[in-house]
């Protein structure tokens, strides 16, 4: 039994058409899988269903099962309960994420003070450890800004802090590094791959990118029009993709990854406005 199975997810929102259709996934306890594709492909649909933060009008189908147990279909109060526990999310833009009116160190605590109940001085204690486990040098500092008081890669490793503290078996992290310059990201995917691997957590790492998944992640799947229309290793769908979008976004990342001077051979019959 792996510790994510997601088996024939869909969801429609309100009368309209699916937004994804028949989704299949399986994340093993601290496997890395990589789901990728373009914009309005479904990706973010799929992991805000795991975390049970869709819309009201949202209609699911299918099966989504955490360590065997069934999620679809729980009280948000009993989903409550699982996220920051069982399962951890980092969201995009950490500005809007994080509350502008709390003080960064106080929202990171409150994961602690939700689930486990800490008195202020245990939670403190723990949270600045967690902020200097996530690449800080003045954890104290950082804890007791407000989150403009901070730059876009310290925002973004506070919502790791805060997806990590508890531990959580499972954390999935949603385009966490595309708004963040070259620089910044690398440091960001630098300080969660290292922060993962200490915790044995597992990772559904979601990104358009393709270059920036083959840097976390042992395994890919890739979404278009909803579907997932392609998964494997890193390896295989860098060496052998078999679907033309597939062929698409490997020859963007290898010239995303490409050493300057270097050339690559000319990689044809790749998607070319074909969906299949």
């Known amino acids: 039994m792996s510790l994510l199975e997601v088996d024939g997810l869909t969801v429609a929102f309100g009368r309209g058409a699916p937004a994804i259709r028949d989704v299949c996934l399986r994340v093993d306890a601290g496997q890395r899988l990589g789901v990728i594709g373009e914009s309005g492909s479904g990706k973010t649909v799929t992991a805000l269903a795991i975390m049970g933060l869709l819309a009201e009008n949202a209609r699911l189908s299918g099966s989504i099962r955490i360590d065997g147990d069934e999620l679809i279909g729980r009280s948000d109060r009993e989903l409550a309960r699982l996220r920051g526990d069982k399962l951890g999310m980092i969201f995009q833009e950490p500005l809007s994420a994080l509350d502008p009116t709390m003080r960064s160190g106080r929202q990171v605590a409150e994961v ?42 310290q925002r973004q490793r506070v919502l790791t802090a805060m997806a990590l503290i508890n531990s959580p078996d499972l954390v999935i992290c949603d385009e966490p590094t595309t708004a963040l310059d070259v620089t910044v990201q690398a440091t960001v995917l630098g300080v969660l791959d290292r922060v993962l691997s200490d915790a044995g957590a597992a990772c559904l790492f979601i ?63 790749f998607y070319a406005g074909e969906r299949r």
């Open 112 to 153: 602690l003070r939700l689930h486990e109940g800490a008195a202020a001085g245990a939670a403190r204690e723990r949270v600045l450890a967690m902020l200097a486990e996530v690449g800080f040098d003045d954890p104290e500092r950082v804890a007791d800004s407000y989150p403009f008081q901070l730059s876009g890669g």
């Open 207 to 269: 990104s358009h990118d393709l270059a920036v998944v083959s840097q976390l992640c042992s395994d890919i799947a890739v979404m278009l029009d909803g579907q997932i229309v392609e998964r494997g290793s890193t390896a295989d769908i860098f060496d052998q993709p078999q679907h033309p979008y597939t062929r698409g976004l490997v020859a963007t990342a290898r010239l995303d990854l490409v050493a300057p001077g270097d050339r690559l051979p000319v990689i044809g019959d």
